[in-house]
DNA sequence: TTACCCATGTAACCCGTTACATGATTTT
DNA sequence: AAAATCATGTAACGGGTTACATGGGTAA
C-alpha cells in the first residue's frame, strides 16, 4: 500500500488533520493518485500504531475533535526508506483495452464510437493538466515551497500529460485505421462473424 | 469487474477449461491485463450461475476433471453489450509518482537511479512488445483468426508500447532536467532541506 | 531426481470504493 | 431553504494477490 507513504510524504510538509490531508491530496496528487476519507482515517489510526506520526487532539464542540497528525523522526526515516526502495514499473490495467481486443467481433461504427468517447475524455483531462493544475504549480511554489519543489510536482505533471497525450494520438491512429479497414473490407462483414467467428476464418 | 467479460471474450473463440484460460490469457492480452487462477474458478463459477456459460465435465482419473466452459447465447449478448458500453477512461496509479513527487528531499543521486531503473524496465516490457508479441500477432494470423482480429490485437499492443514509449520519454527528460538542476544548484543542498523543508523556503 | 505440466480449488489477506451515520456552521 | 464545509468514523462489498492443499504424469 502506498497510501501509507503518501500520507507520511505530506505530512513531512506539516501537520494536519485527515480531513485536510484529504484536501492536499485532491489539490496536489490528483492526477495520479487519489484516496477517499473512509481510507485515510485508519491508515492514519495504523501510522500511529506503527509510531510514524503522533496525534495531537484539539477539542472542539458541536463537531468532532480535531486529530492533528505529525510525523514522527521515525516516520521520516520509514518514509526515506521507502522513497528509494526500488519501485517495480506500473503495468497498464485498462478495461479499454479488452473491448479492443475483441473489436473485431462488434461493429466498426461502435467501435469508433467508443475510441471517440476515450479521445475526447482524455482530452478533457489533458486540458485539466494543461490549464487549472500548470497554474496550481506555479501558484504554490510562490506561497510554501521552493522552486525544487515545483519542478517535481511538474514533472509528475508533465508524466500525466504525457500518458494523456499518447493516448490521444493512440485513439487518432486507431481510427484512421479502422475507418480504412471498413473502405477495404466492405461495411458489415462483422455480422457474419458474429455467431461463428472462427467457421468464417479460412 | 471487467475479468468476468475479458472471460467471456475468450470464450467466444471456443470452449476451454479454467486452465486454459489462464493459459490463453497469458500469451495473449498479458501486456494489459492478467489473472490468477485463484481468481478465474471463482469466477467462471458465477458465470455459470448467471447463465453466461455452460459446463461440461470431463472426468479424468489420477486429476481433477477436467470442466470445460462454453459460452451461452445470453453469455455472448452480455459480452456484446459490456463491449459496447461505454468505458471510463482508465486514470494513472503509478506509485512511482509519489516517488517523484515527494522528490525534492531526497538526493537527486538517489532520484536518478530510481528514475534509470523505471527506464530500463520499462524499456524491457517494450523490448518485448516488439520482438515477442509482435511475432505471436503475426503468427496466431495464419492460424485460427483473420486479419481482423489481427488488427485489432495489434491496435492494443501499439497501445501497450505507446506507453512504455512516452514513460521512457518522460525519464529522460527529467533525468536531463534533475542534471541540469544539480549544476545550477550546487549538489548536497537538499541536506540542508531534510530536516525543516519549510523553513529554508523564504 | 528435480522440476515442470496438468487441473482443481479454498482461505486469508490487502487495498479500495460506496453507503451509512452524525450534526453544527457557513455560504448561496 | 438548500447546499456546501467542517470533522469524524464504521460496515459492507468488490476485486485482486499470495499462500495453502492435493497429486499423478512427463520431460530435463
Redesign the interface.
Known amino acids: 500500500m ?1 497510501l501509507r ?2 500520507l507520511l ?1 505530506l505530512l ?3 501537520p494536519m488533520t485527515g480531513y485536510e490531508l484529504k484536501q492536499f491530496f485532491d489539490s ?2 490528483q ?3 487519489n484516496a477517499e476519507l473512509s481510507q485515510i482515517y485508519p491508515t492514519l489510526k495504523a501510522l500511529e500504531e506503527q509510531g510514524w506520526v503522533d496525534k495531537d487532539v484539539q477539542v472542539q464542540d458541536g463537531r468532532p475533535n480535531r486529530k492533528i497528525y505529525e510525523i514522527t523522526p521515525s516516520g521520516r526515516d520509514e ?2 526508506r ?3 526502495e ?21 461493429p466498426v461504427e ?1 467501435m469508433l464510437v ?1 475510441m471517440r ?2 479521445m475526447d ?2 482530452g478533457k ?1 489533458l486540458a485539466f493538466c494543461e490549464t487549472v493544475l500548470r497554474e496550481k504549480v506555479k501558484a504554490v511554489t510562490h506561497h ?3 522552486p ?2 515545483a ?3 511538474s ?2 505533471l ?3 500529460m ?2 494523456r ?3 490521444i ?2 485513439c487518432e ?2 481510427m484512421r ?1 479502422l475507418e480504412e ?1 471498413v473502405l477495404e ?1 466492405g461495411p458489415s ?2 455480422i457474419h ?2 455467431d461463428h ?2 467457421r ?2 479460412g
Open positions: 502506498s507513504h503518501a510524504g513531512t510538509y506539516e496536489s496528487v492526477h495520479f493518485w518514509f526515506l521507502w522513497v528509494r526500488p519501485q517495480p514499473p506500473a503495468e497498464m490495467r485498462d478495461p479499454f483495452m479488452i473491448k479492443v481486443f475483441f473489436g473485431a467481433d462488434v461502435d467508443l468517447r476515450q475524455e482524455h483531462g510554501m515551497f521552493t525544487r519543489h519542478l517535481f510536482w514533472l509528475t508533465e508524466m500525466a504525457a500518458y497525450r499518447a493516448y494520438e493512440w491512429m486507431s485505421l479497414s473490407e462483414e462483422h462473424r458474429l467467428p472462427k468464417d476464418a
